[in-house]
């Protein structure tokens, strides 16, 4: 079982920037995937950014360049640092942790934390 907990979100002005963090606790025994998703009212949810094992990451388009997904593997836990944020961000932030075991997958969810980018 894996737990993820999540911090960071708030009411921040275009432009500015905050830093989304998901503290992991339970097994994290074999956790390939790590990243965040974001839904906004009346969109589905959509990938932002990923971090494997390996640290390898990969970043939706509407973000790349803006947002960067770290994990500091002592404490349990990743980030999202988000800079230059845009009204378009807003949404509830979820992170994911994705286990595969013998071809099967198995996702993880956070209770979200909501950001808002409003002047």
């Known amino acids: 079982q894996v737990q993820l907990v999540e911090s960071g979100g708030g009411l921040v002005q275009p432009g500015g920037s905050l830093r989304l963090s998901c503290a992991a606790s339970?097994?994290?025994?074999?956790?390939?995937?790590m990243g965040w998703y974001r839904q906004a009212p009346g969109k589905q949810r959509e990938l932002v950014a990923t971090?494997?094992?390996?640290?390898?990451?990969n970043y939706a388009d509407s973000v790349k360049d803006r947002f960067t997904i770290s994990r500091d593997n002592a404490k349990n836990t990743v980030y999202l640092q988000m800079n230059s944020l845009k009204p378009e961000d807003s949404a509830v932030y979820y992170c994911?942790?994705?286990?595969?075991?013998?071809?099967?997958?198995?996702?993880?969810w956070g209770q979200g934390t909501q950001v808002t980018v409003s002047s």
């Open positions: 994911n942790a994705r286990r595969v075991f013998f071809g099967n997958n198995y996702d993880y």
């Open positions: 339970g097994s994290s025994f074999r956790i390939n995937v």
């Open positions: 971090i494997t094992s390996g640290s390898v990451t």
